[in-house]
């Protein structure tokens, strides 16, 4: 046609992607280069020359206007034919130029020739299989004139489950020999399965037919597609992509991957005409998306280069982009955890799940945005390393999974708990942010603080492993996380502080009404009672009552320190009186005459309810009420006892069968670390 060009081989499709990465469109001068190549994906130049044949018979005169025979044979094929291609074709066509343009006609020896190889070629490939199923579809339209026909096969949109899609279409392909024209699909279906319910805010049958395992949608040399069974093969995403592309071109192929799930996610359902993808690439990122950087020269092409992340619906000037299935099972799998790690126990119920999401991502939830009709079919599919579903009755349950602590990361957690209160002890109220938390553990201890020595990945794993010890919160003022220990450890915590101001006061004794000020000069921040949940300073300094208490100053009560060394008498008094109980339990009455009997003065009860309760619990009052060790004293007693009887050291690989043939059982509250608790424990 007139233009200078040269045919070159290069050693591989690889090759030919990088050749033309570097050199398609470069300029030599004031010309550029142009590179088209021949990949084993194009059809072969026999079935083009039908295609061109079967074309051309079907019009008047067997001659059309060039442009206009390239657009009708794009509309029809849904592939290009280049003018260089014509020319090469003279043993059958002509293209001439005359007054009105250039034109091209059939050579009159084809005009009255109808071959089957010529005419049906288009239309059928290896294994006799059509574009249209012979037994249940009409084929095209013949009403429709030649200049009009295309063979574009557009799917309904359906709202169906993929249990449900795979039987019917598994039937359907049984019954087809194993392969099955997509644009007859919707007829076949109601021919043998029933009627195919449209909906107008479903999902694209197409696409739900490619996320169906045992199944795939496969492209025919002349165009059309098809549906065959497929065996399932689990495929590495960077391997496959590393196998079909040029090396130095990996990169930016999962460059571009990335960019179009970020782009396509913005678009209603994930979805998005062919034809708008370049403007919109574009408008999203700001610049040109040049195909020739990925080593293609068509979009199409690029396209089919990565069939995990995109996929082609329909045919034509009809076709849509849409996210492939399991692009979009892997982004549901990311935003699934971003709801879950929200919620403060790390699982939700499918009922409230809509609402967490919204919340969490600002975005209604529609599970047609991830390219299925049933949450169910997304959910069998998310990986269980990622997150745990389980189902009891009606309720489903999503959580994200927990590795179990060994037993020595559970006691470096224990260790951990202590050194949380020891560093928090000296920021005001006990509170530090959440960001700080690292640098000042290191400048406090000397050491880094490894998430992985506990057992956890991620640090607010960890905080969330002592909820008795520390709470982890969002300040509404500066909205940074913040890092609190609970009020129970505060209280110690600023019982401590009080006592040694207390201490250092003349007499030991200082008014209540100088507390405040003489306690903001030693720590350096004022104490204040609200953040302690109390309303006053005096209430406050009731709940410091194992450390200090308040007594009548005439003028203003003072505050003083309690007398340690009278409540740790009262303590040992009880304890032994306790220990010689069978089960460390006496009724009230009999505590106090049994006390009152040994020791010449009656207990003080209300001494025992405040400051013993680590120690002692007291249930009722007097008349039915009883009083008895807190369990790891009562086991503390039995293994006093059993070290007695053993004449002072047993071996610890011999204690527990020790411990039964002695006790006859393990006491399910003798078995506890702390408090009262009932759940049993190593």
Not at 70 to 96: A, C, P, Q, W
Not at 348 to 358: M, N
């Amino acid at each position: 046609d007139g233009n200078l060009a040269a045919t070159l081989r290069v050693p591989s499709q690889q090759d030919a992607q990088y050749a033309i990465s570097q050199l398609h469109r470069k300029k030599i001068g004031a010309k550029r280069i142009i590179i088209s190549y021949v990949n084993h994906n194009q059809p072969s130049p026999e079935l083009k020359r039908s295609k061109v044949i079967a074309l051309l018979h079907e019009v008047p005169g067997k001659k059309l206007p060039l442009f206009k025979f390239r657009e009708l044979y794009e509309k029809r094929f849904h592939e290009t034919i280049g003018v260089s291609e014509m020319y090469n074709m003279r043993d059958i066509i002509t293209v001439s130029d005359n007054s009105t343009g250039r034109m091209v006609s059939l050579h009159p020896e084809f005009r009255h020739i109808h071959s089957p190889v010529l005419t049906e070629s288009a239309d059928e490939i290896e294994g006799n299989i059509s574009r249209y199923c012979k037994e249940h579809s009409l084929g095209p339209d013949e009403t429709i004139g030649w200049a009009e026909r295309d063979q574009n096969a557009s799917l309904p949109n359906v709202n169906m489950t993929l249990r449900a899609l795979a039987a019917s279409i598994h039937s359907l392909l049984q019954s087809h020999s194993g392969s099955l024209p997509l644009a007859s699909l919707v007829e076949c279906y109601q021919a043998q399965i029933g009627p195919l319910e449209e909906y107008e805010d479903g999902v694209p049958l197409e696409h739900l037919v490619s996320c169906l395992p045992g199944v795939c949608i496969l492209t025919a040399a002349v165009g059309f597609k098809y549906i065959q069974w497929v065996e399932n093969k689990v495929t590495d995403e960077a391997e496959e992509l590393a196998r079909c592309i040029s090396p130095p071109l990996v990169g930016q192929l999962a460059l571009f991957s990335r960019e179009l799930v970020d782009l396509l996610k913005t678009f209603p359902h994930c979805r998005l005409p062919f034809s708008r993808f370049i403007p919109a690439y574009h408008h999203h990122f700001g610049r040109q998306c040049r195909v020739a950087d990925y080593g293609f020269t068509k979009l199409a092409d690029l396209f089919d280069a990565l069939p995990h992340i995109i996929q082609v619906l329909g045919d034509g000037n009809k076709r849509i982009l849409t996210l492939a299935h399991k692009a979009q099972i892997k982004r549901f799998s990311s935003d699934l955890l971003r709801v879950l790690k929200g919620q403060p126990t790390k699982a939700i119920t499918l009922e409230v799940f809509p609402s967490a999401y919204e919340k969490a991502l600002t975005r209604p939830w529609n599970v047609v945005d991830y390219g299925v009709c049933d949450v169910e079919d997304l959910l069998a599919e998310v990986s269980e390393t990622t997150v745990i579903v389980t189902r009891s009755g009606m309720e489903t349950t999503i959580a994200i999974p927990k590795r179990e602590q060994t037993p020595e990361e559970i006691e470096r957690t224990r260790q951990f708990a202590a050194e949380v209160v020891e560093l928090l002890r000296h920021s005001p109220q006990c509170k530090m942010q959440f960001n700080r938390f690292i640098p000042a553990y290191h400048h406090h201890f000397g050491r880094q603080c490894r998430v992985a020595d506990y057992g956890f990945s991620k640090l607010i794993e960890l905080f969330e492993a002592i909820p008795d010890i520390l709470q982890v919160y969002d300040d509404d003022e500066d909205g940074e996380k913040q890092l609190q220990l609970v009020e129970r450890e505060r209280i110690k915590v600023l019982g401590d502080q009080v006592s040694a101001v207390v201490k250092g006061a003349p007499h030991q004794a200082i008014r209540i009404s100088a507390l405040t000020q003489v306690f903001t000069r030693y720590y350096g921040y004022s104490l204040k009672p609200d953040h302690y949940g109390s309303n006053s300073l005096e209430e406050l300094i009731g709940k410091l009552r194992n450390h200090v208490k308040m007594v009548d100053g005439g003028d203003e009560p003072i505050v003083n320190l309690v007398d340690r060394g009278y409540v740790h008498e009262v303590m040992l008094k009880a304890r032994h009186l306790l220990w010689n109980e069978p089960l460390c339990c006496l009724s009230l009455d009999k505590f106090v005459q049994s006390y009152a009997e040994c020791y010449n003065h009656p207990p003080n009860l209300e001494i025992i309810k405040r400051d013993l309760e680590e120690v002692l619990t007291i249930e009722g009052e007097t008349d039915g009420g009883k009083i008895c060790l807190v369990p790891l004293q009562i086991f503390a007693r039995d293994l006093l006892t059993l070290l007695h009887e053993s004449g002072g050291r047993m071996l610890l690989l011999n204690f527990d069968t020790a411990y039964l043939d002695r006790f006859g059982t393990w006491r399910s509250s003798s078995s506890q670390g702390q408090g009262n608790k009932e759940d049993s424990c190593p």
